[in-house]
């Protein structure tokens, strides 16, 4: 049943119109299709019967030009229509089925949300909805013409521009017909029937068109949808101004729904949204939901070119859209925020996810080279390491050879189906430079280990950097080829100053090395005395550092580095340097002062107050759990890495006292709330000051976290004190915890962050409150929102619990893996993944964890979602 890159061929007909005409109806709506079909010029001397995609669906007629077919003429499986006989040249297919929105559970084609009508097409949905060629490297032509129940759906949106609208006889139902101009992929296809309220607006684009902007959200969440809407707008500017791509439709829609599998999606013109990513009020939304609104409307609107506009050939190029697009969002928020606290909250998100799933049994390249189920591949991988992957070409090129690639690339490619290949050939036509071995980021998986070790010769003047690359094995792929990684990289002399760099007696201006070779050395000269090295300045290649270096150059980056993201790299090292040792202390009995010093050299890089708050807050946050059971790598026992953090937390807290409480006290809001980057960050340190003071535990501490509860004005404080208290336990969380569900009980989205506090609390009882939440009123397993707020909390984001020495953790997660295959098997298979580092753990929890993948591996009738991924669990 795998798909591999190298079979690809291209489809051996083409449709050119899709005319749909789609009556809506809870449990039988009937969607008529109307297809212009030709045979492939570039595939003549093909003569194959056409065989269409199609699941789930009831097949009502079939007619060639008209002509209605007999059985005999077509063959129908569960997931094909194949037709034995067509005519040579062009013909219209006429294809009538039926499809149940309410029973849909999957939320992949059509299904309902809170009684809205709403579509997911993304990846292979469209077969759900009719039988068609479901592939992205088919584009044609939409009208779409929608009808409904006025009262159930008085709004009816398609892709595309309204073309009319009107009142069936009889009064009860109504229509309306859209059409889309821009040849597309049946994946961006999309529709809304339902009882929403807009907010409206308009944008004028840089050649002085008027766009309508509209987003749609439940009545009486309209005022929440505002942040939203200026976020789209600010996008659209990006867009025009970063990289002169300009909107091309008269109307731009959003539509928020409440059940979805992932965040969003960018449909041509209409892209809809997992609510908690458009709601937001300073009451309901923290800062890091308004930033992520922000991050993910840009996201998909930028799909419009990267994505819409120039779409992927097949699914093994999902990076094409979503590398680059991620890259693109990741820029706007660098832009509009602080760029370099942009940086850290990237690099730690992408250290987190994708260096976990790059060195476990899920490991993949970036480009794929075969799937069961393509959706298990909407990863970390394709979608952050893709991203690192198209900074490094801009790293590489320089800003402005980057821009003329894209702008090669928007030129060359604009309407049609691309090959990563031919993205990468853009930047080589654009710049002459030769990117062919780099492009060995993209076939190659797992993250590379940079061994680099600095000499220096007091007599000659000269350091000589010496960089080895390793490639660890990664499944499928036993050895590897050395790869082209750009180091940013800076010389610090003694008083904490960069040196001018000359390398090979040229100076080296933008500090960018080509590691080309397995082990190569930079010969720097005119080096007046020994430099302390800032290496990767700016994260400038996804991959792991090895840098000898002491104490006391650790502490002079952390102090002085110019580079501001790797001052922060290197308290972060520092950090988990000390938290690794501590562990290893606490497993061998032995004592260690390295905290003491880590936190002092702490309190000194905070205490800057040149530095902006956002940034002095991410200087505070220690690397999580996850994070140093990545790095210890193997026999990890997640009990001694939470007792570690614990302590840790607790001596910064205790040694950074003062300054701490001079923090909290002097970050506290000035006026009404904003969520603006400056005051989100104020808001951010103040926090981040909570944190640790609590983590000391004194009665005044508690009290303050109890009083910061009380008093917050809003959710940024309120959730921060909450998941807080809800970790300690005792009356406070209880009042605390009852006090939220009071407030938010009858918001959907709000009240996910307490069955998210409660799952998260790293006490002793909380698998039994977990258990118990996933029986509370407002719970459901069909809710994917739900299922992450509590299952995907407490398996990915609670390491000590989840991890519990009997194994209850891991066959709480079997339960529920198995209950949702029958529900919702992507998400079931998401909330698997989250056993993926199962083999790193010591040999206890592994060989419960083993048994418990064991148990979802012998069940029967798997979807293909959960069997690849149990598969690949268990082999690799
Ligand atoms: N293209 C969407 C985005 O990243 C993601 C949709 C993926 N959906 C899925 N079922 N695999 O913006
Ligand atoms: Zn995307």
Partial sequence: RPVHLKDYRPPAYLIDRVNLDISLEPTRTRVHSKLAVRANPKAVGRREPLRLDGEHLELASIAIDGRPLAKKDYKLTDTTLTLTKTPSGPFTLDITTFVNPEANKALQGIYRSNKVYCSQCEAEGFRRITYFLDRPDVLATYTVRLEADIAAAPILLANGNLLERGTLPGGSRHYAIWRDPHPKPCYLFAIVGGNLAPISSTFRTMSGRNVDLAIYVEHGKEARAAWAMDSLKRSMKW?????????????????????????????????????????????????????????????????????????????????????????????????????????????????????????????????????????????????????????????????????????????????????????????????????????????????????????YDKDKKVANLEVEQILAPTPGQPSKKPMHIPIRLGLLGANGHDLDLRLDGKPLEDGVVSLTKRKQTFRFSDVPSRPVPSLLRGFSAPVNVTLDLSDEDAEL?????????????????????????????????????????????????????????????????????????????????????????????????????????DLYRDMAD???????????????????????????????????????????????????????????????????????????????????????????SPLAGTLSRVKALIKHPLFSLTAPNKVRAVVGTFAAANPVQFNRPDGAGYAFLTDQVLALDKINPQIAARMLGTLRSWRALESGRRAKARKALQRIARAKSLSPDVQEIVLRVLEA
């Fill in 557 to 661: 980056l952390m102090a002085s580095d110019s580079d501001l993201f790797n001052r922060w790299q290197a308290a972060n090292t520092y950090a988990a340097r000390t938290l690794v040792e501590s562990v290893k202390a606490l497993t061998t009995g032995k004592r260690t002062n390295q905290g003491l010093r880590f936190a002092r050299a702490l309190g000194s890089a905070v205490q800057d107050d040149k530095l902006e708050p956002a940034y002095r807050a991410e200087l505070l946050k220690l690397p999580t759990q996850s994070d140093i059971a990545r790095i210890i790598g193997k026999n990890v026992d997640p009990a001694l890495v939470h007792r570690a953090h614990r302590q840790l937390m607790k001596l910064v807290g205790k040694t950074l006292g003062p300054l701490l409480e």
């Fill in 239 to 455: 867009d025009e101004e970063r990289f002169g791509r300009e909107y091309d439709l008269d109307v731009f829609n959003i539509v928020a729904v409440s059940d979805f599998n992932m965040g969003a999606m960018e449909n041509k013109g209409l892209n809809i949204f997992n609510d908690r990513l458009i709601l937001a009020s300073p009451e309901t939304a923290t800062d890091a939901i308004f930033e992520a609104i922000e991050s993910v409307v840009a996201h998909e609107y930028f799909h419009n070119w990267t994505g819409n506009r120039i779409t992927c050939r097949d699914w093994f190029q999902l990076c094409l859209k979503e590398g680059l697009t991620v890259y693109r969002d990741q820029e706007f928020s660098a832009d509009e925020r602080s760029a370099t606290v942009q940086r850290i909250i990237d690099v730690r998100g992408l250290k987190t996810h994708q260096f976990a799933e790059d060195a476990g049994p899920l490991a993949h390249p970036v480009r794929p080279e075969s799937y069961i189920e393509i959706n298990n591949f909407y990863t970390a991988t394709v979608y952050e390491k893709g991203a690192e992957l198209v900074r490094m070409i801009a790293t590489i090129l320089g800003r402005d050879g980057f821009r003329q690639g894209m702008d090669l690339y928007f030129e060359r490619h604009d309407g049609d189906a691309a090959t990563v290949d031919e993205f990468v050939t853009c930047f080589e036509d654009a710049s002459g430079v030769d990117l062919s071995q780099f492009k060995l980021w993209y076939s190659q998986a797992g993250t590379p280990e940079l061994i680099a070790n600095l000499r």
């Fill in 670 to 760: 000035r006026g009404p709330f904003s969520p603006d980057a400056e005051s989100a960050g104020r808001r951010a340190l103040r926090n981040a000051a909570l944190t640790l003071l609590a983590a000391r535990g004194t009665p005044t501490d508690v009290a303050r976290l109890a009083q910061h509860y009380g008093t917050a004005t809003n959710m940024t404080d309120r959730a921060h004190a909450l998941f807080l208290l809800a970790g300690r336990g005792g009356t406070e969380a209880k009042v605390a915890l009852d006090d939220f569900y009071a407030t938010w009980e009858k918001d959907n989205v709000v009240i996910d962050t307490w069955f998210a506090a409660q799952a998260q």
